[in-house]
């Protein structure tokens, strides 16, 4: 065996007992919102064939796919003049055949198609597993995280739209979380004010650029408009578009205005208002959920792909990228060759939300707790004594420890400490002949002699 | 695009939302009783440096493990010689940096010994993850599985084998199982049996004879046994150790007997002792668990691994091999330098497991419910009346779906029944006059007219 100084793997991370404690919060919070709403939850193998990613995510997004080198020889199938050119790009479907997931909706897309005949439709779906990319690791961004998704496919109806409104809204609030705003565009509108600009083969130029609008400010998205091909003419008409203030109603007035001969920019309007009237009408009665959603008509997200509504989650506590967004596709599994299934979803930024609470202090006490009490071990005496009680505690469902060594009490306090746990019984020979044990409470500092029957009613609560 | 027929990967899975909640509710299960135990959860990376898991496994355990390919050009740090002769084996190293994690117990050590001053000893930590393994699949065998480890190290207290022994009980009869054997043995009673056999330079070979009892009858061990250099004196002296019976008192007798000139055989025993005698001193008020623990001196499992208790369980109730084992070893993290660290830790089998529990019909019925009540959806009128009452039964934490467009009653039927949804509200002209909504058990087909009030409560329960 060799023995080296072990290291983790370039992008990756160790998940701690508090850490995970705190990732498995965030996990069971959403999860629990997902299952109310209807979602169930499927899982996929992390490694697919490699025939089915390759394509899907551009030339560069190919590049950042992990593959996994076939086992035994797997030389014997490379054709001997690849490898005298050493040609690592035209070598690798010889020797790979495997590959890590790099999101989730691809492997969906393949489920669907798969398992048609057992799902019925429409299929409302959660999946949050880990997915990997070969990308240059930086701070807040890793070759293995996890995704959080929630989709259906089958349905167009807009009701799904309004519905992760809603989701979003009570997965956020669950978490602790207070001013967010939930910004939300659809595609079609997109197209409507290309056409309008006279500029429809530039849509995705057009939303390339004025998706940077947060970033580059108005005169560097002019800019970009300016070296994409349009005219000083177009961004005179688009500007107030990309400029719209108010709020959405007014937006929304506007738009029709400006779009008013655009038949698909007005359906766009028209899915909005639709989405916007479920929200209002679902929420009738209810005043505990009160999304703060904003129109915008400057996002854009990956618009190759959605066909209607897209969605973006932005926290106003903490200055961060978008912790969530998502939108309708119309076509996810084309590329198996499944036709005109229309889908939604969207997705929950996990480490993102982590650093969020963390930054806010919104990880909830009970979120650190594990053990709840430590029983000392003195001598073996009081060890054998504990035995019992030890076993009592936890058929009490109270998540106890015996330290399992009569080592000196300072270490057995700081063992305690170390995992924040708030009781350590403590038996001594007085304890023994009294039957009466000390407790002490480790945040106040307070010792108190109870019998083994208030302790159990003590550290059940 | 392509648009090819997907498949999955060979060996690997998919999991459906029924499999889902009935995995889920396997791994809740052993994860509440690992925590009452004060184990806590950690997570490691699904890859690590392709060094830091060379070499452990032996040889054919190295041809197992999934490599990943270096990204971008990764044939430029090969040596040209090493491309034309296309060999694969000393390629590896140079297109190779990182492979898939083969078992959680390499990542534990090297956790450990990375964290070691962070984390305070006794470490007691469990560990659900997938790991990866290039076998040939086969029944039951995957590419891609979860184990499911708890471990502690850093204690030589025998309390912590007793505990495990109680870990097993109460998982696995909360999940149900009654009838189950843990089995336990000694690496040191084993070692003594080779003493006083005059063999103790076979003790590897013996071991691996005496482990297939089971599999290859008496004769097949002896016949093993003499091919592997035992005379037929030895074997007379191993036999009746072999063919121990009785219960475990009566065993240890025999094996005090038979092992008394054996410093490290009678160690063994005494080890055992203690552990029974732990388990019997925490059960003395709690007639709730009771382990059927048997001592089995032919139980080896990995030996090379193990220096002190060995487990391993079965269940009596379905044909199936162990559902669970582990034990004590002593060297850790020795491969990564850090020495003389103890530990002791056993696993759940979870794919044996779920096979075992589906054969005997024990998923509780609960385990496959998701959504609570569908709500119809005859028209337009009827959704928009149905939009704040599905509402308010998620407000009610009723998990609640609204059939999002207004499809045949029958389709909407059957979509509840694929779904399982226990219960369907039905809203038409009548129910919207009314207020009283009608609401249909899908077990028994029997409806009812209630308010809204009267249903929320009904679903609530």
Chains 1, 2 share one sequence.
């Not at 996990?27 to 939850?41: I, L, N, P």
């Not at 916007?276 to 005043?287: A, G, H, I, P």
């Amino acid at each position: 065996m060799s023995n080296i100084k072990p290291s983790l793997a370039k992008g990756t991370r160790d998940f701690s007992p508090q850490e995970m404690v705190k990732r498995n919060y965030i996990f069971d919070t959403v999860k629990t919102v997902f299952k109310k709403y209807g979602y169930a939850e499927i899982q996929t193998p992390s490694m697919e064939n490699l025939s089915t990613l390759t394509g899907k995510y551009g030339d560069e997004g190919d590049k950042l796919i992990f593959k996994i080198l076939n086992s035994g020889d797997y030389l014997s199938k490379v054709k001997p003049d690849l490898l005298t050119q050493a040609n690592s790009n035209a070598m690798i479907s010889s020797i790979s055949e495997k590959a890590l997931r790099y999101d989730l909706t691809v492997p969906f897309a393949r489920y669907v198609v798969m398992h048609q005949n057992d799902i019925s439709l429409p299929f409302k779906r959660f999946q949050v597993q880990p997915v990997w990319r070969a990308d240059r690791p930086q701070k807040g961004r890793y070759r293995e995280f996890y995704q959080c998704d929630v989709d259906v496919v089958g349905s167009d109806s807009l009701l799904n739209e309004a519905e992760f409104i809603l989701i979003y809204q009570e997965a956020l609030s669950n978490l602790g979380l207070k001013d967010f705003t939930i910004k939300i565009n659809n595609r079609k509108i997109l197209s409507g004010i290309a056409e309008v600009v006279g500029k429809p083969e530039l849509i995705i130029d057009m939303t390339v650029a004025i998706d940077k609008l947060d970033k580059i400010g108005l005169d560097g998205v002019i800019k970009e408009l300016l070296e994409r091909g349009f005219a000083e003419a177009d961004i005179d008409r688009l500007k107030p578009v990309i400029l719209l203030e108010g709020t959405n109603e007014q937006k929304l007035d506007s738009l029709k205005t400006v779009l008013q001969s655009s038949a698909i920019g007005l359906t766009g309007i028209a899915e909005i208002e639709t989405v916007f009237d479920y929200v209002q009408e679902m929420l009738k009665t209810d005043s505990s959920l009160n999304p703060d959603v904003e129109l915008d008509v400057t996002l854009a997200r990956g618009l190759n792909y959605y066909t209607g509504c897209i969605f973006e989650v932005k926290t106003n506590e903490v200055a961060m990228g978008s912790i969530g967004g998502g939108g309708r596709y119309d076509d996810l599994t084309g590329m198996f060759g499944l036709k005109g299934l229309t889908g939604v979803g969207v997705s929950f930024g996990a480490d993102r939300i982590y650093d969020v609470l963390q930054e806010l202090n919104l990880f909830p006490e009970s979120a650190a707790v594990g053990t709840k009490v430590l029983i000392s071990n003195f001598d073996k005496d009081a060890e054998r004594y504990a035995l019992p009680i030890l076993q009592r505690l936890r058929r009490a469902n109270v998540a106890t420890e015996l330290y399992p060594s009569s080592a000196k009490l300072k270490k057995q306090m700081s063992y305690a400490d170390d995992k924040r746990i708030p009781y350590v019984i403590l038996i001594g020979s007085d304890e023994m002949q009294t039957g009466f044990l000390t407790i002490k409470d480790m945040q106040s500092g307070s010792q108190k002699q109870l019998s083994i029957e208030s302790i159990v009613e003590l550290l059940k609560g």
